[in-house]
């Protein structure tokens, strides 16, 4: 049966019990492709402020005011019926929604509790959850692929189950930020709009609609009500000016990320995904996901996505062997070679006196064979510009043993004393195979249990692991095209130099450790003692470096320490800046540095830290 109730607009509110307010000014509103009767119903309703705006699946409609003028077409009698009943009892309409099903599904939302009928459980739960906090729901969104699918935005956070990922993806950053999320709204066919007080996300709506709603804001009006009807039309309203709020720091490193926005960025490199995190405080103050997992896939980035942190793998093995050094009290100047249960080869220009020390290990003066020193394989001058580092292998390779490695049987050269150890500085991975080693001789374990149970544990770093196949989400790494690499991502049997798999999230909990301990007057909780982590980020037998990580700014309070990582298809970067108490990580799926460069610079510019 079709139902219809209209207030007058003159004094109807007084007669419902409810006083009228006095309005200075019509708010403004916009339409396209809906009834006649229904724009001029949002015409006529729009001065008074509409909080709820909604279509049903078959083409009804409703319209609710702050005050509670309400006009309904072809909804649910039942809904219909309890929409008075509610207005009656001066409950504030917060929401009106109707799941993609029909029939007589819907959910009113008000300002002190919910009515509904049909919707999923958990949907109304998790309604009745906000409320039992205290919290008001502002609005409840239904996709159109129905089921168990639905969104649930609060005044305190949101809730959603079975949406589109990356719609999720932008719900989640933008209150990073310190923005409450206000309103969802999804087309009949596919898209989304997420709006955040102060500004909104779509994808895939009718351009004029997104048109209007940059009408609205760039009038200084925030967009509180918008729907979709299932014939392709739409309408939304505003109910008041945007707020006036702090500034919104994730933003403004999003749209200052190499001279234009993060997502231009991506794409002009090319990279489908980026994790962002930040630290302030010694805690971790933001995190965000960018774009994809893998190109062509549905499944977004976010920060707690582990992606191939590539060298930084180098950096955090430091605190592995350092965690050693201190428990087996092994001095940081011992010669490795007696730790490794292999003998360590020299050329013929190298003396048998030279000592290659845990400490020159971990500063690439060991005078082991790295970047720069890779060929002709019998010299000790004169070497090939390159090297050092690790190709990787893809899906058909079979992947060797660490032992095979050393001994040059997987697709590097054979490790082996080049230079004399402590003359010269050669960016060397395979260095650091040679503390991979031995760590698993001292501990009997292999490197990647050994990591876990020893720094990621007691860390929190959840979702960090050297193996070569963690069980958990990843990101597919891709080529500088864009395209997906063989196999998605190559493993490393040389963990310590390039295997880590690790997220922005657990990157800036190390940071902050190191800051916290860095800075305390005493021994903190943690992997490493204070005196340990002084020696980590203090100078070393290389200038520019600490232990693992490279030095910046020593001796000013923005000194920093930091590393980056490049494995085929990933890029990777992380700086710490232990006097600031801040930090950040920045994780992507693509080939070009340049990104991960670009978005660490933003970071620093926004925070004051450059």
């Not at 000790?380 to 510009?385: R, Y």
Request: with cysteine; glycine share 14%; aromatic share 10%.
């Amino acid at each position: 049966m079709d139902r219809r109730r209209f207030l007058a607009l003159a004094g109807a509110a007084a007669g419902a019990g409810i006083a009228a307010p006095a309005y200075a000014a019509s708010y403004p509103g916009y339409d396209g492709g809906v009834p006649a009767e229904m724009h001029d119903k949002l015409a006529g309703l729009a001065p008074y402020g509409i909080t709820a705006l909604a279509f049903t699946p078959s083409g009804g409609w409703v319209i609710v005011t702050r005050d509670g003028r309400y006009f309904a077409r072809g909804i649910p009698d039942a809904c219909f019926t309890e929409l008075g009943s509610l207005v009656q009892a001066g409950r504030q309409i917060t929401c009106v929604a109707f799941p993609p099903e029909g029939g007589d599904r819907w959910v009113i939302t008000t300002d002190k509790g919910v009515s509904a009928r049909g919707v999923p459980a958990e949907c109304r739960e998790r309604i009745e959850a906000y409320y039992d906090a205290g919290q008001q729901v502002v609005s409840v969104a239904f996709p159109p692929a129905g089921g168990d699918r639905w969104v649930v935005a609060a005044s305190g956070g949101f809730y959603a189950r079975g949406i589109d990922d990356e719609c999720f993806q932008m719900m989640r950053n933008l209150t990073q930020g310190g923005r409450r999320i206000t309103h969802v709204a999804f087309p009949k066919d596919k898209g989304w709009v997420v709006v955040a007080q102060d500004t909104y996300f779509a994808r895939s709506i009718p351009d004029a609609c997104y048109s209007r709603m940059g009408t609205l804001h760039n009038g200084g009006w925030q967009v509180h009500a918008l729907a979709f009807s299932p014939s392709g039309g739409w309408a939304l309203s505003t109910r008041g000016t945007l707020p006036s709020l702090p500034a919104d720091k994730v933003r403004k490193v999003e749209n200052s990320v190499g001279g234009g926005t993060i997502w231009q960025r991506m794409n002009a490199y090319k990279t489908p995904g980026v994790a962002v995190a930040v630290v302030t405080g010694n805690k971790i103050a933001w995190s965000t996901g960018y774009g994809w997992l893998e190109a062509g896939s549905g499944a977004a980035a976010h920060p707690e996505t582990a992606f191939q942190a590539a060298s930084i793998s180098k950096a955090v093995a430091t605190v592995g062997v350092l965690r050693l050094l201190q428990t087996r009290e092994i001095a940081l100047s011992a010669d490795v070679r007696p730790h490794l249960g292999w003998t360590l080869g020299r050329r013929s220009c190298v003396t048998s006196s030279a000592v290659p020390t845990i400490d020159r290990l971990l500063t690439h003066r060991a005078g082991v064979i790295g970047r720069g020193s890779t060929s002709p394989a019998g010299v000790c001058s004169g070497f090939d510009a390159g090297g050092g580092g690790f190709a990787g292998y893809g899906p058909n390779a079979t992947v060797p043993s660490l032992l095979q490695v050393m001994n040059g049987e997987g697709n590097s050269p054979k490790i082996e004393l080049t230079t004399a150890p402590g003359a010269e500085y050669h960016y060397s991975g395979a260095g650091f195979v040679l503390l991979q080693r031995m760590i698993e001789q001292e501990t009997g374990r292999s490197f990647a249990a050994y990591m876990a149970d020893e720094v990621f544990a007691p860390l929190g770093m959840k979702s960090s692991s050297y193996a070569l196949s963690p069980g958990f989400e990843l990101a597919a790494g891709h080529t500088s095209a864009g395209a997906v690499i063989p196999g998605k991502r190559n493993r490393y049997p040389e963990s310590a130099a390039a295997g880590l798999y690790t997220t922005v999230l657990d990157l800036c909990r190390l940071i902050s450790s190191l800051n916290r301990a860095y800075t305390a007057s005493g021994t903190i909780d943690g992997p490493l003692t204070r005196a340990s982590v002084h020696t980590m980020l203090s100078t070393g037998p290389q200038p520019t470096m600490g232990r693992g990580v490279f030095l910046a700014g020593v001796g000013t309070d923005r000194f920093s320490y930091l590393h980056d990582g490049s494995n085929y298809g990933f890029r990777s970067l992380f700086e710490g800046f232990p006097k600031l108490g801040g930090g950040y990580a920045v994780l992507a799926n693509g080939n070009e540095t340049g990104l991960v460069t670009e978005i660490g610079a933003a970071i620093k510019k926004v925070y004051g830290w450059a």
